[in-house]
């Protein structure tokens, strides 16, 4: 790719970080390939080309290259960072915690970390921990975004509308062009039913990220969620649950009433209710498999 | 820093906690009944570990004798029911107190099920289970049944 | 009515302040093959009211007496005023003027290393070497092209023309093609600025390179600047992570601002196969304020492309109507790849021990069953953009493309 004299370790690592961070990959990797040539052991390097085969969900190569670089350095930071992602990703969630305790310990003051072990408690159910990690890291640092964000998680867990409001405003504010925002603002949305306002959001996501599939599939369960014909399930999706044990209530006094008060109307009214549930039942689903297919999920 | 929030919390040997759904946990509610809703719910406690559901436990437990009792041998007190709801009585009182039990233990674990909705894993497959609890759950009753008919005579 | 050769003598003497008598006298002497006195008339013009029309016709005369050295530099002097009007063969004269080789420009890195940007090309492509694409070839023939050869005309309708545009579309489908074609239909050079550029960009000292870029530019009028692959130096500071990358931005947005006071002969052209990576500043009025979708070749052109492809190598029996027919959305780099399958498998079957054998339909028929145009994913992504987000007529070509198309 490069036709001039040799460049530094330092200058490929640029390069390469910028290819990474527009996602093109290919190109990246090829320049990985000619920078490592001249540099074999340049931990810098090999970062780059384990990042690149972990955002190319080439798992294995991305851990054989931290390994790699973690035998000569075994205090590097982005390596160990990098490595917390892919023991989550497998599953090896112990092992992820004693990393992140371990860089914790060295970097006592990186609050990013902190979210991230926030994060982890969250997904493995340990709410108190989880959420003193996240005010720790937002004392650190109260702008870092991911601190935000483990802190708002904290406030919709707890049910605290007042303080989840402050929380989205701080993130709106502090990083309102975030994926990560506009995707905690979506949940807001959708947990207040609003989900018409957050398919929008959810679009203009889709066309910052159009090749992202996760984000398609949101705007897909969204449009689903949204769609005119889903409007008489409103209350179901709304209220989950707690509404579909009210309508079985309300099933029951309803057909009784009627039974008793207008026997004539007796049976339409079971078939009509009979043809609530199933359609509840049932079209949701078909409704999202024809909108994903549709979408070329 | 704060040295008793670097102290692991996960074990090697232990895999991370993982819940049933509450959508499983309705349907084996609405179709198993009580008993089975109790078992049920009961696995995520016993998954969560958590001692303070026990009496919750208890009283669902209670809640459900002295329901089947009231019905076998003190029915006039539903009169008011039967009149609402005719035949359908036991059926609906069954299936609500069902649905009290498994809305009560969503009411316990909501954060849990709240932070679970964050990620992208997968709750465990609930059919072995919600089988198993409603034939439990049917075995239960069937047995409270005979016991309460026993004590009766 | 023609004033005699005479009578325009006699105007000047008793009014020589007469502009258009002089330039129209000036005319006749130059068809009268008297271009040394033609030229003393249109210099005395230029003096008294330097415009295009008589800078234009001292560029004619210094061509007839052979200074093409200072033809060329009043033309380009004609260039910069409103009411400028092409003129064929001065237009050819600047064309063969172009270097035919070397780098036109250089980014200077850090220290004393000097990075080429790629030199011109020897041969130009025009528009009659872009097959097919009729619609795309006049909708830039009369948004671009021609407000840039003949800005008084279109001044003169209050019609605005030239500015940024920004070419987009999936890979392979011409792009970088077609900005050649512009800058040689517009007789200006082309600089181009491709990934290498901006590799050596992020390594420091942008602001210098991008400075010194567009000084060249300026020199080298009238130029075609065309950035390839736009999403690599403008990426979208919303989704950057560096502060590098912003900054980069913001300098490449001041250098376009600061250059529209300046920029009449110089047309700024983009490309991208990722326009939803492009910032969107840069897509506003007075930078790439324009974005035409550049779409697979359509059949006109697959045609086109299939029959250069095909020619000179021995092929028999292919039917080019139903090759074409059965390649929709294929781009240019597909047809290759196509047409290399097929050469595959014939030389396949005569190495196997095959009679040798000119291409037939039985390779093509192999070669289409393996092979899966690369613009697919790009055109569902498009597809998606504008089903759940084409409210906002971004994407409004390609909307039509693929209701022309019927792409499912």
């Known amino acids: ?297 | 820093m704060r040295e008793h929030l670097l102290t692991p919390s996960l074990s090697a040997s232990a895999a991370p906690v993982r819940l049933y759904s509450i959508q499983s946990s309705f349907l084996v509610a609405f179709f198993g009944g009580p008993a089975a809703s109790l078992l049920y719910c009961g696995l995520n406690s016993w998954r969560l570990r958590r001692l303070a559901d026990i009496p919750v436990h208890l009283a669902g437990a209670a809640l459900l004798v002295a329901l089947a009792y009231l019905l076998m041998y003190q029915p006039a007190r539903f009169d008011g029911l039967y009149q609402l709801l005719g035949n359908d009585v036991f059926r609906a009182l069954r299936t609500m107190l069902a649905l009290a039990i498994c809305g009560t233990f969503y009411a316990l674990h909501q954060k849990q099920h709240r932070s679970r909705a964050f990620f992208s894993d997968k709750p465990p497959s609930p059919w072995i289970a919600a089988i198993v609890c409603m034939v439990a759950g049917y075995s239960i009753m069937v047995g409270l049944v005979a016991a309460l008919k026993g004590m009766a005579s | ?408």
């Open chain 3, 1 to 408: 009515m023609t004033i005699t050769r005479e009578a325009l003598e006699a105007a000047l003497v008793s009014d020589p302040f007469n502009i258009d008598h002089r330039l129209a006298y000036a005319s006749l002497l130059l068809q009268a093959q008297d271009a040394a006195g033609a030229l003393t008339q249109f210099e005395l013009a230029a003096r008294q009211r330097p415009d295009a029309a008589s800078l234009t016709g001292k560029a004619q005369a210094l061509l007839a007496l052979d200074r093409d050295t200072d033809a060329l530099a009043a033309y380009t002097a004609a260039r910069q005023h409103r009411d400028f009007a092409a003129h064929g063969a001065l237009d050819q004269l600047q064309q063969r003027a172009r270097p035919a080789a070397g780098p036109a420009l250089s980014v200077v890195g850090g220290g004393a290393k000097v990075v080429a940007l790629k030199p011109q090309a020897p041969d130009q492509v025009r528009f009659a070497d872009v097959g097919g694409m009729e619609d795309l070839k006049k909708t830039l023939r009369l948004h671009i092209i021609e407000p840039f050869l003949r800005p008084g005309l279109f001044a003169r309708f209050k019609k605005s023309g030239g500015g940024g545009i920004l070419l987009y579309g999936p890979p392979g489908c011409g792009k970088t093609m077609i900005a050649r074609a512009i800058a040689s239909e517009c007789n200006a050079a082309f600089v181009s600025v491709g990934i290498s550029e901006v590799l050596t960009m992020w390594m420091g000292e942008s602001e210098r390179n991008l400075a010194q870029l567009f000084d060249k530019a300026r020199a080298q009028k009238p130029c075609v600047l065309f950035f390839d692959e736009l999403d690599a130096l403008a990426f979208s500071r919303s989704k950057a992570h560096s502060e590098h990358s912003r900054t980069i931005v913001n300098e490449f947005l001041s250098q376009l601002d600061g250059f529209e006071r300046d920029n009449r002969d110089v047309l700024f052209l983009a490309a991208t196969n990722m326009p939803w990576d492009v910032d969107q500043a840069m897509k506003r009025t007075g930078r790439f304020a324009r974005q035409l979708f550049v779409p697979p070749p359509d059949a006109e052109a697959r045609r086109h492309i299939v029959e250069i492809k095909l020619r000179d190598i021995p092929v028999q029996g292919i039917d080019i109507d139903a090759l074409v027919a059965a390649t929709p959305h294929y781009s240019g780099a597909d047809i290759d790849g196509l047409i290399d399958l097929a050469k595959e498998s014939t030389l396949h079957d005569i190495l196997s021990g095959a009679p040798e054998r000119p291409i037939g339909p039985q390779d093509m028929a192999v070669a289409l069953e393996q092979m899966q145009p690369s613009t697919i994913e790009w055109l569902k992504t498009a597809r998606n953009l504008v089903r759940y987000a084409g409210s906002d007529d971004s994407y409004r070509d390609v909307e039509k493309y693929l209701k022309q198309t019927r792409f499912a």
């Open chain 1, 1 to 297: 790719m490069n036709d001039q004299a040799l460049l530094s370790a330092r200058d490929y690592t640029v390069q390469i970080d910028g290819l990474i961070e527009r996602g093109r990959y290919a190109q990246a990797g090829s320049l990985i390939g000619e920078a490592l040539a001249h540099y074999p052991q340049d931990s810098g390097l090999l970062f780059a080309a384990a990042r690149i085969d972990y955002d190319s969900g080439d798992a294995d190569g991305a851990r054989h290259t931290l390994h790699q670089i973690l035998a000569h350095d075994p205090d590097h930071y982005l390596a160990r960072s990098l490595m917390v992602n892919l023991l989550q990703d497998s599953g090896d969630l112990p092992a992820a915690e004693l990393l992140l305790i371990d860089l914790l310990r060295a970097y006592p003051e990186a609050a990013f970390q902190y979210a991230r072990y926030a994060l982890l408690m969250y997904r493995t159910l340990h709410i108190d921990k989880a959420k003193a990690l996240a005010r720790e890291a937002y004392r650190l640092d109260p702008n870092n975004e991911l601190a935000l964000t483990t802190c708002l998680i904290g406030d919709i867990i707890d049910g605290r509308r007042g303080a989840e409001q402050a929380g989205l405003a701080r993130l709106l504010q502090g990083h309102p062009e975030s994926e990560n925002t506009a995707r905690m603002l979506i949940t807001h949305l959708v947990g207040r039913g609003r989900y018409r306002a957050a398919k929008r959001i959810a679009v203009e996501l889709l066309k910052l990220y159009p090749n992202s599939r996760e984000v398609l599939e949101l705007v897909v369960q969204l449009d689903a969620l949204s769609h005119w014909s889903m409007l008489p399930l409103w209350p179901l999706n709304r209220w989950g649950w707690i509404a579909s044990g009210g309508l079985y209530l309300i099933t029951l006094l309803g057909l009784n009433l009627v039974r008793s008060q207008a026997p004539l109307f007796s049976s339409l009214a079971t078939y009509t209710l009979i043809g609530y549930c199933l359609y509840s039942w049932i079209y949701p689903p078909l409704l999202t498999r024809w909108l994903k297919r549709r979408a070329g999920l």
